[in-house]
């Protein structure tokens, strides 16, 4: 089975750091880029970043550019979402989903099931 | 960025009606749309990629049309499990982008 698995819910203090990751099975890791999404409470998506788990070339959104890292470890078949310095409005569901454009865009089919970043002081 | 814009951001529609979502793209972005459907509590469902072609696993019910800046997303004969928020996206330039949701309700 193609599955995308992300790691629990978190509860962090603003200025902590935090790491969530993404795990794919079932598929080859390094055929399709992982995208991160963020939803904040009652609101839409937002496209944060993709890597190419292939040779980890990432594009990122100017709106989260220098506040997050995206990584892989594609020996490890996951992706990474990263913070430094996490502010009370990072508090969101955070998705990872596979995707792939190659000569057409064939959308994010295989989706995680989210994980809960809460950032309270 | 290219912005996304949905229409209508609600709507009220009974079980076996058709219903049709548009989204307007701010710049030409060719075919490179997605369609989603969210689901209260869940991960967003592919449905439609590449503005037209059907996700497989997906009913022929739904369905997509459009190019360039123009967009609609088609569902021929509302079910009950269609009630759900519908999003669009594009991946036509970075940074992708989606349009801000329709929430289709029961009427």
């Known amino acids: 089975e193609v599955q995308l698995v992300q790691s629990g819910a978190e509860v962090k203090k603003p200025g902590e750091s935090l790491r969530i990751s993404c795990k794919g099975s079932g598929y080859s890791f390094t055929s399709y880029w992982i995208s991160w999404v963020r939803q904040m409470p009652g609101k839409g998506l937002e496209w944060m970043g993709r890597?190419?788990?292939?040779?980890?070339?990432?594009s990122y959104s100017p709106s989260f550019q220098g506040h997050v890292t995206i990584s892989a470890g594609k020996s490890i078949t996951t992706a990474y979402l990263e913070w430094s310095s996490l502010k009370a409005s990072d508090t969101a569901m955070y998705y990872c989903?596979?995707?792939?454009?190659?000569?057409?865009?064939?959308?994010?089919?295989?989706w995680g099931q989210g994980t809960t970043v809460t950032v309270s002081s | 960025d290219i912005q996304m814009t949905q229409s209508p951001s609600s709507v009220s529609a009974s079980v076996g009606d058709r219903v049709t979502i548009t989204c307007r793209a701010s710049q030409d972005i060719s075919s490179w749309l997605a369609w989603y459907q969210q689901k209260p509590g869940k991960a967003p469902k592919l449905l439609i990629y590449?503005?037209?072609s059907l996700q497989s696993g997906v009913p022929s019910r739904f369905s997509g049309s459009g190019y360039g800046t123009d967009f609609t997303l088609t569902i021929s004969s509302l079910q009950p499990e269609d009630f759900a928020t519908y999003f669009c996206q594009q991946a036509n330039t970075f940074p992708y982008t989606f349009g801000q949701g329709t929430k289709l309700e029961i009427k």
């Open positions: 590449a503005a037209s």
């Open positions: 890597i190419d788990p292939s040779d980890s070339y990432t």
């Open positions: 989903a596979r995707g792939r454009s190659s000569g057409n865009y064939y959308g994010m089919d295989v």
